[in-house]
């Protein structure tokens, strides 16, 4: 694998894949907690494009934007300057306003941080408001959806 994230989907399941580098580590190697946030939002907005949807264009056309509402993070062990890591993602659960995602961070078959995040679809004035097509379409045809 070279230098540059990665993204694929199998099945169902987005697969993102990215190398550690030295500006999400801390002095002695080791990946600072919260960029696993960072390398998890990049694998959703990942996820997101391998399906056709443009976060970007869809915020210019519905108004609407998605925000994390709430995040539950399990640290298991750390990750390394180097390490190829794999983002897993899936969707959990769906309603009209909101969506659940697992996400698993892993080196190789190793589970590093699985993750629960919460996202709400929020008007221009911060409100919640129905997810858009196509989104909600793509949500309701996911396994967990």
């Known amino acids: 694998m070279n230098g540059a994230p990665q993204s694929g989907t ?3 399941n987005h697969v993102y894949r990215l190398r550690v580098f030295y ?20 694998a959703r907005t990942e996820w997101l494009r391998a399906c056709g949807i443009s976060q970007r264009a869809l ?26 890591l794999e983002i897993r993602t899936t969707v959990l659960d769906h309603g009209g306003a909101r969506f659940a995602m697992g996400q698993i961070i892993g080196r190789g ?19 919640a408001t129905r997810i858009p097509e196509p989104v909600a379409g793509l949500l309701a045809s996911e396994p967990g959806g």
Do not use: M, Q
């Open 109 to 127: 078959a190793e589970d590093l941080v699985r993750l629960k995040v919460w996202i709400a679809c929020v008007n221009a004035k911060g409100r």
């Open 10 to 12: 199998t099945g169902r």
């Open 59 to 84: 915020a210019a056309e519905s108004g609407n934007v998605f925000a994390v509402r709430r995040v539950e993070a399990d640290f298991i062990a750390p990750a390394h300057l180097d390490d190829e």
């Open 23 to 42: 500006e999400d580590t801390d002095v002695g190697g080791v990946v600072y907690y919260a960029n696993y946030l960072k390398f998890a939002e990049r």
